[in-house]
């Protein structure tokens, strides 16, 4: 097996309700890549947000397999996926929440404002905690 690049390891947070929620204790979901092993993802978070001083006490790994669509009368299938349950002894990642979320207001075509979330890019505060800001 071909060891994988740390940048290569973490595909991007998996944000839904529940993982919302988790973030409060320090556990977070990300979609990994098919062949990232325990190792390789927990390496990839320490290193990553080492400016936050996220420390990876535990990691649980989830294969989801393909599931059936149906589109109109067209069957077909979504991809494989892998996700990682990252549990942290401290520090917290700068993904989701007062630091990863800006409000933007927008405007319809009535002139009423709209409320909307922007997520910030996720590679850039990456770099950032590396330290290869270009």
């Keep these: 097996m071909k060891k994988l690049n740390i940048n290569d390891v973490i ?4 944000i839904t309700e ?17 062949d990232a092993t325990r ?17 990876v006490s535990k ?11 149906k589109l109109s009368n067209y069957l077909g299938k979504t991809t494989r996926k892998k996700k990682a349950i990252v549990f942290l002894r401290k520090g ?5 929440g007062a ?14 404002k ?5 997520i910030i890019d996720t590679d850039k505060i990456m770099k950032q905690a590396e330290g290869t800001d270009e």
Excluded at 43 to 48: D, F
Excluded at 59 to 69: L, P
Aim: without cysteine; aromatic residues 6%.
């Design 99 to 112: 630091d990863g979320v800006e409000n933007t207001a927008q405007t319809d075509k009535d002139g009423k």
């Design 39 to 55: 190792d390789e993802v927990k390496r990839a978070i320490e290193t990553i947000f080492a400016k936050s001083n996220a420390k």
């Design 114 to 118: 709209k409320k909307g979330i922007k």
């Design 59 to 69: 990691v649980n790994i989830i294969r989801i397999g393909k599931k059936s669509k």
């Design 11 to 14: 595909i991007k947070p998996y």
């Design 18 to 34: 529940k993982t919302s929620k988790d973030m409060a204790d320090n556990v977070y979901t990300f979609l990994v890549h098919l």
């Design 92 to 96: 917290s990642i700068p993904i989701y």
